[in-house]
């Protein structure tokens, strides 16, 4: 269960969580992973986070300017 829910806990999904299980190697301490080409994965998967992260700043930008101007508009 611990490694189900560190891995879920870095944002894969369960489908991908089911199919990497087996490769990784939990010693207690550290969830590392356990074949070679899941660093590659897992990299991937983060600029897939990362792109989500900007995109969802970018928005956060927009709707602050749209509040913005609401409230300059409401105060004329």
């Not at 939990?26 to 991937?44: I, K, M, N």
């Not at 927009?62 to 409230?71: D, N």
């Amino acid at each position: 269960m611990r490694r189900i829910r560190i891995l879920l806990a870095a944002g894969l999904n369960s489908d991908m969580v089911s199919e990497i299980l087996p490769c990784m190697v939990d010693d207690g301490e550290l969830l590392a992973p356990g074949c070679e080409d899941l660093v590659a994965e897992f990299e991937r998967e983060r600029r897939r986070i990362d792109t989500q992260i900007a995109e969802l700043h970018d928005a956060r930008a927009a709707l602050t300017g749209i509040i913005s101007a609401g409230k300059a508009f409401a105060d004329r």
